[in-house]
């Protein structure tokens, strides 16, 4: 099982390669991160906001999908593999 304050920790420091069941039940495999470089201009200017989501939804992680250009989330608990990639 993945902790998540590991998880935002990586994210924020790499791009992952995240694989998780979707509410839905399929699998998915998203490349993701919060690492500065990657995000829009507006986040950066609202990098409070993605903490308060985080505290408000301590079982859900809101990332940006490096492939998608655009905010995705998942469920901690539905976490399979993540790795670090960072060849992005």
Known sequence: MYER???L???RSHVL???FTKV???ERVMRCTL???HLPE???TEVKEENVFHQKNPDVIACWDVQKGGWRSFRVDSIQ???IIDAY
């Open 5 to 7: 304050d590991d998880v």
């Open 9 to 11: 920790r990586d994210l």
């Open 17 to 19: 390669e995240v694989t």
């Open 24 to 26: 839905n039940g399929e």
């Open 35 to 37: 690492k500065e470089e």
């Open 42 to 44: 507006t986040y950066k």
């Open 81 to 83: 593999y993540l790795q």
